[in-house]
């Protein structure tokens, strides 16, 4: 009786109720292990690939390559941003000025061809009597949309570079610096050109300004096309990458050197000494490409100039070589203050802890 019970619980398939705990181990010895799931196979294979050799090393430049991209900072974009557009209202006087003195005495155009101002004293104070205190600030809507996007470009990048060449700031090189300089020059010029030649244009007209920053903006569009508003770029990009690869690299090498002689340490001093030195370099490299530009930019309908060296060679033969330096002490005065206005309110904000 009772062995056909227990014949009929096995035949029920599974243990039965009547069946011993030892049978029971038994049984369980017998059945197949569990197959592996996918999840455990790949975490096997992860963990076979990680024990070969030269695989971690590999594995650790990677990391390092991934943390350096990781490590972009997003404040020396906007903080370049606001430092750049604080200088912009700063100086902006200076720089509309600097303008009026590039476009005037231009042979082949007779709107430009009068030598109305006799300098960056005469040029203020002649447009102010003429056309208003307001006159000074034409074109300071496209000049603060410029240094929005150009300012924040140009530093961003800048600093972004570095960092992906170079770890430490102490290991920075003239030469590193020059190359991410240009670099960051030529992108950010190139992105922000049309709010350079809008800004260009409504300081050329003076008071005869029609419409407002967008009316111009249209018009130049209307009448010109897409290649209007990047009329110049290249030329924007080679001043561009003059100012940015030579500004830039001398304001820190200027201020690393003062720093490590032991007479000055990180302080608005040096700030301000080191941005002196920066403004003045940067007028002397990119006044000529300045000139070039601005009578390129300023340029309607039928061509004067047929490039960037034809302009180029007509000024100089028609006006004189110095003419390539027309405006030059506006320029330097603009460029000085407004680098000394720049650096010191960057190295502020950079003290700011978000």
Not at 279 to 284: K, V
Request: net charge positive; glycine share 12%; with cysteine.
């Amino acid at each position: 009786m009772g062995g056909n019970s227990e014949h009929g619980g096995q035949q029920g398939g599974g243990a039965s109720f009547t069946s011993s705990p030892e049978e029971e181990r038994g049984q369980a010895s017998l059945k197949p292990p569990p197959r592996p799931t996918a999840h455990a196979n790949q975490l096997q294979t992860r963990d076979f690939l990680a024990a070969l050799p030269g695989r971690r090393h590999r594995d650790s430049v990677r990391g390092g390559r991934g943390k350096k991209m990781s490590n972009v900072n997003w404040k020396p974009f906007v903080f370049g941003g606001l430092a750049s557009v604080t200088a912009e209202c700063g100086t902006f006087p200076i720089d509309l000025t600097k303008t009026r003195l590039q476009v005037q005495g231009q042979v082949g155009d007779s709107k430009y061809r009068e030598i109305r101002y006799r300098g960056m004293l005469h040029a203020m104070v002649r447009i102010v009597r003429e056309e208003g205190v307001r006159a000074l600030y034409s074109g300071i809507a496209p000049a603060m949309l410029r240094q929005a996007s150009y300012g924040t470009i140009k530093i961003g990048t800048y600093q972004s570079f570095k960092r992906l060449l170079v770890d430490r700031p102490e290991d920075e090189t003239l030469l590193t610096n020059v190359v991410c300089g240009v670099l960051s020059g030529v992108i950010s010029s190139s992105i922000a050109n049309p709010t350079d030649v809008l800004k260009i244009r409504m300081q050329a007209q003076g008071h005869v300004i029609q419409g407002s920053m967008m009316g111009n903006f249209i018009n130049i569009y209307q009448e010109e096309g897409t290649r209007g508003l990047w009329k110049g770029v290249s030329l924007t990009a080679q001043r561009a990458a003059i100012v940015v690869g030579v500004e830039l690299p001398v304001y820190d090498i200027t201020k690393k050197h003062l720093i490590l002689s032991g007479h000055m340490g990180d302080t608005v001093y040096t700030h301000f000494l080191s941005s002196f030195v920066c403004g003045l370099a940067g007028a002397l490299a990119s006044n000529p490409v300045d000139v070039v530009r601005t009578r390129m930019m300023n340029q309607r309908g039928g061509a004067l100039y047929q490039g960037t060296l034809d302009c180029l060679l007509q000024t100089w033969r028609s006006e004189g070589f110095m003419a390539l330096y027309k405006g030059f002490f506006p320029n330097w005065l603009r460029l000085g203050p407004w680098n000394i206005i720049f650096f010191l309110t960057y190295e502020q904000l950079k003290k700011i802890d978000v």
